[in-house]
């Protein structure tokens, strides 16, 4: 069977930001053209249209209403917030769409550390398969950002995760401060005990 | 002569570069791009028909949204975006950008390439409606219909096979040249700036029969270069026609 696969981009569902791509079990595409089309002939219905719309106006509530939380929540670690309550329903009703808001949500406001850091708490205390693996790929992207406290906050994710396939990841890593060195190489080393221990038994 | 650049396009066609977003690969990745300050996401992959399936996509982006690669299911494309205020560069700086990109990302991933695509596209100058039909006149000739009521919308379209040597292979290129009249809006600064224009969009690419696998970093560079010299060279006959 063949299968079309759009992709949906970050921030609307606009013609520039759609894209096809070759149905996975042909060979490679055999149109001169490799330029981007426009969504109008991916859709083949109004109602698979209208299928996206919907996605788009729940995606926009989740937005709205976890933006909003983030900033009525008192972060600390150690307690939940209602901020993940929400996240934790939102995973229940729409599964791996709710992670991909997320997603979305934290590249657009990448700039701002306190929504990032806020995204982040939030993400850690769920399991890493949970969040995975939009949560992983949330916390890589921190490692460099520019402000400390968001770069401690991926390291405490991935030490709240508990997750020993991230060791390889965790390893390419350095960061400029000392003190953040010492934490990460802390979390990789209790990845690698936590490794070992399984292993052991 | 374009003014409104609106992106540029390098696309490496390969078996394989449907990346998975997996620590270790991301690990790699990032290692590899260090220096160019991309960050890892994931897009969604959407399935249309009767029922929704998604897929994820590992993409490596800007924090600004400027650039972005993406590992497509048959190709690794790599875009770069006007985004508002930063200025998108020449097409020369844009190859040398993707071709240090792709080094990198093929030391790490030695992917062999089977097609390699070059395509961008932008706006020219704004002309008065007089100026936009008299485009349309030079370019297309007409049936009766459009001549009396000139269309305010168009679209042309012309693909021609072109062999050029890429280092020690001649290869067969598919160029492309898309002239049309559309209407829309530009971000700016000040906010969305209405245009009625010219675009111009190339699509340089190697021949869809040839899918032997290729293409390595060297070929990378060779196929860019050859790409945007061939865009500027229609360029100066597009200019020449539309001022003729």
Known sequence: MDETFAILAPTALSSETIQK???EKTDLPTASTTAIEPLASETSTLAEACKLAQVGEIRRQFTNRFLQLIHESEFEYG?????????????????PFAREWINVLFLENFSDPFVISAILRVIAHFDYQQMSPQGMTMAAACTSHVDTGVRECCVRCFESWGAPETLSMLRSIS???DWLNEYLTNVISDLERLTNHVVSR | M???LIYYQFGFFAPNTHLQPKPDIIGRLLEAFKDKGFIPTTAQELQIGPAIKT????????????????????????KKENVAGTGIGSPEDFCNEANEIFNQLLKVNPFTGTRLSYATKGLLPELNPAKLDEVNKRLLNHISFYEEHPPYQWTTRNVA???????????TLNVITDINRVQGTIARDTGPLSFDRIEIGFDINTYQENTIPRFTTNHVGLFLREAVKQSQNIMVEIKGKLNG
């Not at chain 2, 072109?162 to 020690?168: H, P, R």
């Open chain 2, 2 to 4: 374009i003014e409104h």
């Open chain 1, 21 to 23: 791509t070759p149905p």
């Open chain 1, 79 to 95: 307690f939940s917030t209602p901020a993940d309550e929400y996240v934790r329903e939102a995973l229940n009703t729409y599964g």
């Open chain 2, 161 to 171: 096979k072109f062999d050029v040597s890429l280092g020690e292979m001649t290869e």
């Open chain 1, 175 to 177: 960061f400029s401060k």
């Open chain 2, 55 to 78: 897929r994820l996509q590992l993409q490596f982006t800007s924090p600004n949204g400027e650039w972005n690669l993406a590992f497509e299911p048959h190709r690794a494309l790599l």
